[in-house]
């Protein structure tokens, strides 16, 4: 039970310091809606996911208010699309994706994901469907989100995929010009990713998990800068006193959100899955993952220090939030999505916050380059080879890391691009110039697990 300073302490955090749940996601198995034959695929899949997420928003809402805690958002994550509609070609897998947006509409959700491919190993028909059918799928639909996991630590990575990913990205940015490329916002390339996240794009239900589930992502950068402040103003604090002051943080922030989606999962009928711990930021004052770099020191996130910052508030975040929570999934950790928080966006507008120091921080967070708007003219090879590092940090650290990446047509580095809502906007970052990774890209195939994936 909290105790009664716990319980202050706690409507201090919602009332000045935007305490929220940031989403309650709902996954559903589409695996017993497999068919090959569209129309009765398409009607099991709107039936099922309608019948199942019918009550999920009215329910958030309920639960919510009577905590006094919002769930800000609603989303369901589905099993993974290449696979359950593997039989289809690239025209039924856009119309797949058409049904997915229509049963997320009259669900009143904010996402739905799912519409995912695993493809770390090697490319079946239906990933090869669904990956071609990406711009036009997202294009054509408002709700539908995607990821497409290219690397494992146990198989390496797959090179022709991520060539593939490269020529998809700028395929999907030309499709969706006139919004700024917005279709890249919802696509995600993982390696190792997991199979609970309640976070978009990147959220799918796995072949492990039940036939219906709820996983919730927590939030609160803004509570853990404001508890930072306060320990800093009291007296002088070491590095190790700051960590705790996380760690406790963390703790209070996760029972926050399992008791809500413990309560969300009782009241629908269904299993409560995991806490995804994840620092989400939006891009408002106050609710910022950059913020809090400052109130250890730095000048700015990107500045030198930052890695040894962002890995001490990833590490102390996840301490915290696992002995708070016997079930802790999904990526769990501190996210720094570019366009997403408003003072990351203000350190890579100011060119503080540089691409390569970006990626270098991405050893140590809990999932890779995110949100980052590039010019548009740059080479479908290049995007391939920033993914192809990105996917090597995580083979080899054995850790998830992605790339949302979008190349936003027409404008140059220096421009500023608005994706609008949670997504937030962002100078366009420059990529460095003056050589090619073409040759590199084209050789294709696999590279090789690390030896330490050998453990049985």
């Given at each position: 039970?909290l105790?009664?300073r716990e319980v202050i302490?706690?409507?201090?955090m ?14 559903i198995s589409?695996?017993d ?13 709107h039936d099922k996911?309608?019948?199942?997420a019918?009550h999920?928003?009215?329910t958030?809402?309920e ?10 958002n ?9 696979v359950?509609g593997a ?5 039924e897998?856009?119309k797949?994706a058409?049904?997915?947006d229509?049963?997320?509409?009259n669900a009143g959700v904010d996402f ?5 491919a695993?493809?770390e190993?090697g490319?079946?028909k ?5 990956i071609?059918a990406l711009p036009?799928?997202l294009?054509?639909t408002n709700?539908?989100?995607s990821?497409i996991n290219?690397?494992?630590?146990r ?6 995929a ?6 998809t990205?700028?395929?999907i940015a030309?499709?969706s010009?006139?919004?700024d490329g917005i ?10 990713i997991?199979q ?8 799918y239900?796995?072949?492990g998990?039940?036939d219906v ?11 853990v800068?404001?508890?930072i402040?306060r320990?800093?103003?009291t007296?002088s604090r070491?590095?190790g ?6 760690k406790?943080?963390?703790f209070?922030?996760?029972?926050v959100?399992e ?6 999962a009782?009241?629908?009928?269904v299993?409560?899955?995991?806490a995804?711990l994840?620092l989400a930021p939006?891009?408002q004052v106050g609710?910022?993952?950059g913020?809090?770099f400052q109130s250890?020191?730095l000048?700015s996130i990107g500045?030198?220090g ?9 590490d102390?975040v996840k ?5 708070a929570?016997s079930?802790?999934?999904g990526?769990s950790?501190a996210?720094i ?6 003072n990351?966006?203000e350190?890579a507008?100011?060119?503080i916050?540089?691409?390569?120091k970006?990626?270098?921080?991405t050893?140590v967070c809990?999932v890779g ?12 090879t290049?995007?391939?080879a920033i993914?192809?590092d990105e996917m090597a940090?995580?083979m ?10 979008i190349?936003?047509?027409g ?15 962002s100078a366009?970052m420059?990529v460095p110039a003056?050589g090619?990774s073409e040759?590199?890209i084209?050789?294709g195939g696999?590279?090789?697990?690390p ?6």
């Amino acid at each position: 039970m909290l105790t009664d300073r716990e319980v202050i302490s706690t409507l201090n955090m919602l009332r000045n310091e935007h305490l929220d749940v940031r989403t309650v996601t709902l996954g559903i198995s589409l695996f017993d809606c497999a068919s090959d034959d569209f129309d009765r695929f398409a009607t099991r899949v709107h039936d099922k996911i309608s019948r199942y997420a019918e009550h999920l928003v009215a329910t958030c809402d309920e639960v919510g208010e009577k905590y006094g805690i919002p769930v800000v958002n609603k989303r369901i994550s589905i099993s993974p699309m290449a696979v359950v509609g593997a039989p289809f070609g690239p025209d039924e897998m856009v119309k797949a994706a058409q049904v997915l947006d229509a049963a997320a509409s009259n669900a009143g959700v904010d996402f739905l994901g799912g519409f995912t491919a695993l493809v770390e190993k090697g490319m079946t028909k239906g990933d090869m469907a669904l990956i071609e059918a990406l711009p036009e799928a997202l294009a054509t639909t408002n709700r539908v989100c995607s990821s497409i996991n290219v690397g494992s630590s146990r198989s390496g990575i797959n090179m022709d995929a991520v060539a593939l990913m490269g020529d998809t990205i700028v395929k999907i940015a030309d499709r969706s010009a006139d919004r700024d490329g917005i279709g890249c916002a919802k696509l995600v390339v993982f390696t190792n990713i997991p199979q609970d996240v309640p976070f978009m794009a990147g959220a799918y239900l796995g072949t492990g998990e039940p036939d219906v589930v709820i996983n919730v992502g927590v939030s609160g950068p803004g509570v853990v800068k404001k508890a930072i402040d306060r320990a800093m103003a009291t007296k002088s604090r070491s590095l190790g006193d700051i960590a705790d002051v996380i760690k406790r943080t963390a703790f209070k922030v996760t029972r926050v959100g399992e008791i809500i989606g413990r309560e969300v999962a009782e009241r629908l009928g269904v299993p409560f899955g995991v806490a995804d711990l994840s620092l989400a930021p939006a891009p408002q004052v106050g609710d910022s993952v950059g913020e809090i770099f400052q109130s250890v020191g730095l000048s700015s996130i990107g500045v030198p220090g930052s890695t040894a910052v962002l890995a001490m508030l990833n590490d102390a975040v996840k301490k915290g939030g696992a002995f708070a929570s016997s079930h802790v999934g999904g990526l769990s950790g501190a996210f720094i999505p570019v366009s997403e928080d408003l003072n990351i966006a203000e350190a890579a507008a100011k060119g503080i916050l540089t691409l390569e120091k970006l990626e270098a921080m991405t050893s140590v967070c809990s999932v890779g380059l995110d949100m980052v708007a590039i010019p548009g003219d740059t080479p479908a090879t290049t995007i391939a080879a920033i993914i192809a590092d990105e996917m090597a940090i995580g083979m080899i650290n054995n850790k998830t890391t992605a790339v949302r990446i979008i190349p936003v047509p027409g404008k140059k580095a220096g421009d500023t691009v608005s994706f609008g809502g949670l997504l937030g906007e962002s100078a366009i970052m420059p990529v460095p110039a003056g050589g090619s990774s073409e040759q590199f890209i084209r050789l294709g195939g696999r590279i090789p697990a690390p030896i330490h994936s050998l453990k049985n």
